[in-house]
């Protein structure tokens, strides 16, 4: 089984930023691709970033491009999202997910088979 723990999130004004992990256990991330995936209050889970165990390819939510970075430290086990310029659409909880499949730019659809609790992330005025 693969745990996984998500943290770094809270309460940041818009335009701030900040760094979120996923701290994985249990067995090796180095096979398991990882995605990064949000949900507001009465909004659907909408996947923000994937990152893949083979060569490290990305893809990111249209709405996050160019603001978030997603990025993995095997050697650590964590996976990191890096949010710059936040906005306050960006506030929900925030989970990561882990899959042996890679589903690329469909990643949002995926069934990723491990989850994280979540971390929240408000950014308001």
């Known amino acids: 089984q693969l745990q996984l723990v998500e943290s770094g999130g809270g309460l940041v004004q818009p335009g701030e930023s900040l760094r979120l992990s996923c701290i994985t256990s249990?067995?090796?991330?180095?096979?398991?691709?990882v995605g990064w995936f949000r949900q507001a209050p009465g909004k659907e889970r909408e996947g923000v970033s994937c990152?893949?165990?083979?060569?490290?390819?990305?893809h990111y939510a249209d709405s996050v491009k160019g603001r978030f970075t997603i990025s993995r430290d095997n050697a650590k086990n964590t996976v990191y999202l890096q949010m710059n310029n936040l906005k306050p659409e960006d506030t929900a909880v925030y989970y990561c997910?882990?899959?042996?499949?890679?589903?690329?730019?469909?990643?949002?659809?995926?069934?990723?088979?491990?989850w994280g609790q979540g971390t929240q992330v408000t950014v308001s005025s």
């Open positions: 990152i893949s165990s083979f060569n490290g390819a990305t």
């Open positions: 997910a882990a899959d042996l499949v890679w589903y690329g730019h469909r990643f949002d659809r995926g069934p990723f088979d491990y």
């Open positions: 249990g067995l090796s991330l180095d096979s398991y691709n």
